[in-house]
């Protein structure tokens, strides 16, 4: 019993940092596009490829590890970790689509979004690194 009062007391602590943790969805500074949240949740499961000027999407995932995974998939796509794999695994195996390239480290995510003009990922919306690129969205 006092083991799990130590680890009640430890994951206290944890708790706003995951409670106020809010999600900035970003794309190039030239993308000249707006998305709604429906659009965004269909880009990051592969049911819209195109833009609505007829270019390709690339999405960029967080790192299936990463708390902003699972807050996005959480809020956007309204899927667990466990139901984003499995919807991914039943497509890859049935040949029809490919899951978005999956990056670990945000920065290396914003330097992408800013090399590629038709790219949209997530980072945390407190990145120091916000400016150099353009927020669509916020989510908490």
Aim: one cysteine or more.
């Amino acid at each position: 019993m006092k083991y799990v009062l130590i680890l009640l007391i430890c994951l206290w602590g944890y708790l706003p940092n995951i409670v106020s943790a809010e999600i900035a969805i970003i794309a190039n500074k030239d993308a000249d596009y707006a998305l709604s949240e429906k659009d965004i949740k269909m880009i990051f499961l592969g049911q819209k490829k195109l833009f609505s000027d007829g270019v390709k999407t690339y999405p960029i995932d967080q790192d299936i590890t990463s708390k902003y995974f699972e807050l996005f998939h959480k809020h956007i796509t309204k899927k667990t970790v466990l139901q984003v794999r499995a919807y991914w695994g039943r497509l890859v195996f049935t040949g029809r689509g490919t899951p978005p390239i999956s990056v670990k480290d945000e920065e290396k995510i914003i330097d992408l979004v800013k090399e590629e003009k038709n790219s949209i990922a997530y980072v945390s919306s407190s990145s120091e690194r916000l400016d150099e690129v353009k927020v669509i969205a916020r989510f908490p």
